[in-house]
């Protein structure tokens, strides 16, 4: 019967401290999720979903380029600024390149980069899961 008590003790110890561990759902993240339009310099257009201040990578002529949005505003979410990246490779280190300054739902604007990217944010969403209830 000891051996059962003890047994049961150590196994709520072991739950309350995984339970202690894991961050309320308040303190998560919470990422809104960012649509881009990207025009290549070859043409081509690409279709981007990056959580905000995440960053998405597409290559180009042998070399990738990264995307980072950033959210200006509260919600809705209308005032972005993507920053622009060529990224690292064994030889080189990360670079940035530049921004460009959008506007939810507006016209592509093209980046003062080499190569220049035009860029425009389609739209903003909260992220899917149970911390999109909040705000």
């Known amino acids: 019967m000891k051996f059962h008590s003890v047994f049961f003790a150590l196994i709520v110890l072991f739950v309350a401290g995984i339970a202690a561990g894991s961050p309320p759902v308040s303190d998560l993240p919470y990422n809104p999720v960012v649509d881009m339009s990207v025009a290549l310099p070859d043409g081509q257009t690409k279709t981007l979903s990056v959580p905000e201040s995440g960053l998405t990578t597409i290559m180009v002529a042998n070399s990738d380029y990264g995307f980072r949005p950033t959210i200006l505003d509260s919600k809705p979410w209308t005032r972005v600024t993507v920053t ?19 506007k939810t739902g507006g016209a592509a604007v093209a980046s003062e980069t080499t190569p220049s990217f035009r860029i425009a944010v389609t739209k903003v969403m909260p992220p899917a899961g149970p911390v999109a209830e909040q705000g």
């Open 84 to 102: 622009i990246f060529k990224m690292g490779t064994q030889t080189q280190y990360t670079k940035e390149l530049g921004e460009v300054n959008l």
